[in-house]
């Protein structure tokens, strides 16, 4: 009944000692394959003799005699190309893979994927498109695709996988598209030619992305028109590569034809804001006078950037500009600096005053009306060091505006000038919460010495030692510090703290992670919660009369105590305590939500943000995107945020610290 079937007469005779035996009233079953495995039936000895002996020495000759007409006849090629045929054992075993993975499903070992990939047969191969049918999961699938990756290594399954999987790569479900396009990457030079036509024909953006992914390389070495329309169209963070990776690959096109089609990308509407943003920063990073060719395109680009009307990317453009050290279209620049968003007109006046435009003199700035104005003026008088310069700066140190104020006593530190020590003491006895704190770091970082918020302290060492005193290095400085922190650590918290940080600011935020996540036990035995509400109480009790304040525990929403700073009293702390004891863990975590709630509030100069986890909800959930959209906001703001991270590292907490001079800690 088979005999002119070639893969099954071989598969007749690969009987050898050891093998299961079997059992079955047809001694040759349902197309030649055996109705059961297991049971003992000894086949006479005659047909021993016949598969052990003469038959496979028939075979051999038969197939070494088609060889030299398989050429020209296809049929013969056919015969006399190497089979894969799996033995008995196999077939049992592919069968009971199938039948657990049919079962089981998502939750099936992914060595049993392995194992049928290993087995490099077409029953195998049907095995694994069988199972792409039982299981729901992208990942489970792409381990599957992953398996059928090593059925290549078989040269007659290698086609027909590669289709398959191209076939699913080009699908329009997504789940299976991804799962098949992040195996294929993997798959090595043999399959970039598939990856290319996902890369370019796919409806799936993030397909596309996983696709480019595995012919990065290529692509980067070879940074043709062609190849820098593939990537516009592809390119996403993180599928594709690192934020840093997508930059190096973007400023690799940089012919006058690209920066004529990277300028066409930022100005069509239809294209992501997120993948805009990675091309202004990308031509943001070349620097000046570069090229005749790079200087001219990465204006054309940013400018192009700069004159949409989405305020966001308007600002990083102008950001991009001034990193650069300016721009040659003024015009468009001092329009932007009539912006009514206060981050764009900000970035405008930087970028202008940066170019040289006459209207943007920092001194000028100096003394405008708008606080953004002078708050502009204070960063680049402090860049400036001429007397003139530092003595407008010393001005703006009593700016009426407690922004510009903070921008000022910033660059003051920065500048290290001893001439600002005695300025710096004088406005230590007149303010009050957290910008009292910055004057004491400002002049820690000057004079290396720590006399805290004591303005008399400071006067009376400052008349001592003034005329002889020497600047200290800003590595004495940082041993001075180190001590300091060392000492307090010693001597055990503040009277007032959070987690360890001290509450030196009037006007402040708490915002505590009340996620699902926050429900797991804590290092100290309680849950992660329980530790959060009895800190939170601590901090409450010890707090003065007088402070404004707010509570915002989020997880899927933000749900405030207030919508604006309260004034701690007796019978606002009660009723502060009361709300903290009742917040309960469930939902997710949007931290974009919760920061967004205590930027609304002017007020607010200082925010202590509290998480254990990454953020899962929200209109922004990608930590580098999150990062970037609170440093625009705090551009103009410059609000202090300290963050304390739960049960783990937490990248993104540790970046809004550093970005906002504040202070990050790990608890467990």
């Not at 620049?333 to 940066?354: F, N, P, Q, S, Y």
């Not at 995107?625 to 783990?648: F, K, M, P, Y």
Request: proline fraction near 4%; glycine fraction near 6%.
């Amino acid at each position: 009944m088979h005999q002119n079937d070639p893969a099954v007469f071989a598969a007749d005779f690969a009987f050898v000692p050891g093998s299961p035996r079997v059992t079955s009233t047809d001694s040759e079953g349902i197309d030649g394959v055996p109705p059961s495995f297991g049971a003992t039936h000894r086949p006479p000895s005659t047909q021993i003799m016949l598969r052990r002996f003469l038959i496979p020495a028939l075979v051999a000759s038969m197939l070494a005699g088609a060889r030299p007409a398989a050429a020209q006849n296809p049929v013969l090629a056919s015969v006399a190309a190497p089979l894969t045929v799996p033995s008995f054992q196999d077939e049992a075993r592919i069968h009971e893979i199938s039948k657990i993975i049919k079962d089981r499903k998502d939750k099936a070992p992914r060595a049993l994927f392995v194992e049928l990939g290993q087995m490099a047969n077409f029953s195998a191969f049907k095995a694994l498109q069988r199972a792409l049918d039982d299981v729901k999961s992208q990942w489970t699938k792409q381990a599957i695709y992953s398996a059928m990756g090593q059925l290549r290594k078989n040269t007659e399954l290698a086609p027909k996988v590669m289709a398959r999987v191209k076939r699913d790569a080009l699908s329009r479900q997504s789940t299976e598209s991804r799962a098949a396009t992040a195996a294929m990457a993997a798959f090595g030079p043999g399959a970039h030619e598939a990856l290319f036509e996902v890369a370019r024909l796919s409806g799936d953006r993030s397909t596309r992305a996983l696709a480019l992914k595995g012919i990065l390389a290529k692509v980067s070495a070879d940074p043709s028109d062609a190849h820098l329309a593939l990537v516009l169209g592809a390119l996403v963070v993180p599928q594709t590569t690192s934020r840093q990776g997508a930059l190096d690959l973007l400023r690799r096109f940089r012919t006058e034809d690209a920066f004529k089609r990277l300028t066409k990308y930022v100005g069509n509407k239809k294209n992501p804001t997120r993948s805009k943003k990675l091309v202004i920063a990308a031509v943001g990073g070349y620097k000046l006078d570069e090229s005749d060719v790079i200087d001219t395109g990465a204006d054309m680009v940013l400018s192009k950037a700069a004159n949409q009307k989405d305020p966001i990317l308007q600002y990083y453009a102008l950001t991009s500009m001034a990193r650069r050290g300016g721009t040659a279209n003024l015009r468009l620049v001092e329009k932007l600096a009539k912006a009514k968003d206060d981050t764009v007109r900000r970035a405008a006046l930087l970028v202008g005053i940066r170019s040289g435009a006459k209207k943007s003199d920092p001194l000028t700035l100096a003394v405008a009306k708008d606080p953004i104005a002078r708050q502009a003026s204070a960063i680049t008088l402090g860049e400036t060091l001429s007397d003139e310069a530092l003595d407008a700066l010393h001005g703006l140190v009593t700016d009426e505006d407690h922004i510009v104020r903070a921008e000022a006593i910033r660059q003051l530190a920065e500048r290290r000038d001893l001439r600002s020590v005695l300025i710096l003491i004088a406005r230590l006895e007149e303010e009050k919460g957290r910008l009292r704190a910055d004057i004491r770091d400002a002049l820690s970082s000057l004079t290396g010495r720590d006399y805290g918020l004591n303005a008399k302290i400071w006067a009376k060492f400052w008349k001592a030692e003034k005329d002889t005193f020497q600047i200290p290095t800003g590595e004495q400085v940082a041993k001075a510090q180190a001590a300091k922190a060392e000492k307090k650590k010693d001597n055990g918290a503040s009277s007032v703290a959070f987690y360890g940080i001290d509450i030196v600011s009037n006007r402040f935020a708490l915002i505590i992670d009340t996620s699902g996540s926050m429900s797991a036990k804590a290092y100290t035995g309680p849950t992660r919660i329980e530790v959060a509400k009895k800190q939170l109480g601590k901090t409450l009790d010890r707090l003065r009369d007088g402070v404004l304040f707010n509570v915002i525990p989020f997880a899927t929403a933000a749900r405030p105590m207030e919508e604006r700073l309260i004034e701690l009293g007796v019978d606002t702390r009660d009723e502060s305590k009361k709300f903290a004891s009742a917040l309960r863990a469930s939902g997710g975590t949007n931290i974009h939500d919760a920061l967004e709630l205590a930027f609304e509030d002017v007020r607010v100069d200082t925010i202590y943000l509290l998480s254990d986890g990454a953020p899962s909800a929200g209109p922004i959930t990608d930590p580098t995107e999150l990062r970037d959209e609170i440093a625009r906001w705090n551009s103009v703001r410059g609000v202090t945020i300290h963050c304390i991270a739960v049960g783990q590292d937490h990248p993104l907490l540790r970046g809004l610290a550093t970005d906002s001079s504040g202070k990050y800690v790990r608890v467990d």
